[in-house]
């Protein structure tokens, strides 16, 4: 299977005097064998740049490479239509025939490329058994679930042994149950396979669980390209620390460092933090923290770094926690912990200095407050060197 590699993708939508660069400079690889995921918001040109990969869209320039094969330049004037890539694609709809049974749907590719029919029945039972639809193989398509019409997609996409699978949204109209259990199926899947795959979504968690690789988007550029555990753990940029799960921020500015913990002045106090940022003191700077970091207290927890005191505003019960937001000081800090407190409680906020994400302030001065996972800031910095 081929790595896939963009450089300078550019694609621009025209709506009447209206232009919009959809794809605007993405430079991006897709290792061989691994799923690389687009994560953004709606609009930000991730589902643009798949339908690019795939040949559905015809860029204004860059180039498009499926290992050392170009199936787009601009500059080489090469454009390979979608029949000539050999990719297989699932998309948001799964556009499954209400007419056709699910051994038609999943035949559908290969009846129209003229493949004889010994040959279809091999590949179709192979990839229905692939995706553990072996069985319904004669049912009609409007008697299957959501889970298997997304499954009878997906095997459609595969039967012709694709080079590189790609995966617009395919869960996003599943609920919540079954697209857990889909989504630890189509990771299996692909291991199993090693296809070269590229998944856009919007869900911070599917990206998280499924990929390899993941490229933050914002208004149609590369913010951030990263392994799931290094761009949620020690992200580069606000947007993507706000969006690849819930935050809460601290303005402040680096005050010193001591024992190999660094300190921030906040409006609430000193923040001390593990001691692995090359800031200069006084640098402004913003301190993240994940709700699973801070803890809630009754009483001031003796030996914790750094400690802050609020007022409980609301409690949401989740089953296997209470999400709180605590008021402080003019900011509000989301906290994960058991159903311990009530709105109006007072509480002492104790943050893991071990996991405070340091990030520079580049919006304003270090005294502003900053409401929890709000991604507004600057626009987003030059695409980034992938790898």
């Not at 699973?292 to 914790?304: F, I, Q």
Request: hydrophobic residues 40%; aromatic residues 6%.
């Amino acid at each position: 299977m081929p790595s896939v590699r963009m450089t300078s993708l550019v694609k621009i939508h025209r709506v009447g005097r209206q232009v919009v660069r959809a794809a605007d400079g993405v430079s991006l690889e897709a290792p061989q064998g691994q799923i690389l995921t687009l994560l953004g918001p709606s609009g930000c040109g991730k589902s643009t740049t798949l339908r690019c990969v795939a040949g559905l869209e015809r860029p204004d320039d860059g180039e498009i490479l499926f290992g050392d094969r170009v199936v787009f330049s601009r500059a080489r004037r090469v454009f390979v239509p979608p029949e000539g890539r050999n990719v297989g694609m699932v998309f948001q709809s799964y556009a499954i025939w209400p007419h056709l049974t699910v051994f038609e749907n999943v035949a559908y590719p290969m009846d129209v490329r003229g493949v004889p029919r010994r040959r279809i029945q091999e590949r179709v039972a192979a990839a229905l058994d692939l995706v553990g639809l072996g069985a319904l193989a004669d049912r009609p398509a409007p008697y299957l679930s959501g889970g298997q019409q997304q499954r009878v997609a997906l095997a459609r996409a595969l039967v012709y042994e694709p080079e590189v699978l790609l995966l617009d949204e395919p869960l996003s109209n599943l609920d919540a149950k079954v697209r857990e259990q889909v989504r630890e199926d189509l990771r299996g899947l692909q291991r199993r396979l090693g296809i070269t795959t590229i998944y856009v979504t919007h869900d911070q968690l599917e990206a998280l669980s499924l990929s390899d690789v993941i490229a933050v988007m914002q208004a149609g550029r590369i913010v951030e390209v990263g392994t799931p555990q290094a761009l949620y753990a020690r992200p580069t940029t606000r947007f993507t620390a706000a969006f690849l799960g819930e935050i809460s921020f601290l303005s402040g500015a680096v005050a010193g460092r001591e024992g190999g913990m660094l300190t921030i002045m906040t409006p609430s106090g000193p923040l001390r933090c593990r001691d692995a940022h090359a800031v200069p003191d006084g640098t402004p700077v913003v301190a993240g923290a994940r709700p699973e970091h801070v803890t809630l207290t009754p009483d001031r927890p003796a030996g914790a770094a750094s400690v802050f005191e609020g007022t409980v505003a609301s409690a949401l019960y989740e089953g296997g926690r209470v999400k709180y937001r605590v008021g402080m000081d003019g900011l509000t800090v989301l906290a994960y912990g058991a159903p311990r407190f009530a709105p109006g409680d007072r509480v002492h906020v104790a943050v893991d200095p071990d996991q405070v994400i340091v990030l520079p302030d580049l919006a304003g001065p270090a005294t502003r407050p900053m409401a929890p996972g709000s991604p507004a800031g600057p626009p987003p910095p030059a695409p980034p060197t992938p790898g």
